[in-house]
């Protein structure tokens, strides 16, 4: 299990786009181990309707491509 901590900074580049930069830590639980490490992300957000958004984030330990509603 992954469990992102990050803080997010959002820049509105027009009205249905906006770019965000998520610097963090990432606590990780395994079945035996645990852990803490640094975590980052640059995505972007799409608006597709009035409560519908395309969201994609590059970062590490992860990168994810979705929809936030």
């Not at 610097?23 to 181990?33: E, T």
Request: zero cysteines; charged letters at 10%; aromatic letters at 12%.
């Amino acid at each position: 299990v992954l469990v992102p901590v990050v803080a997010r900074w959002t820049l509105d580049l027009a009205p249905p786009f906006s770019f965000f930069i998520e610097p963090g830590i990432a606590i990780f639980l395994a079945s035996h181990h645990g852990g803490a490490g640094p975590s980052f992300a640059v995505g972007g957000r799409l608006r597709l309707g009035n409560s519908v958004d395309a969201v994609l984030r590059l970062g590490w330990p992860a990168s994810t491509l979705g929809l936030a509603f």
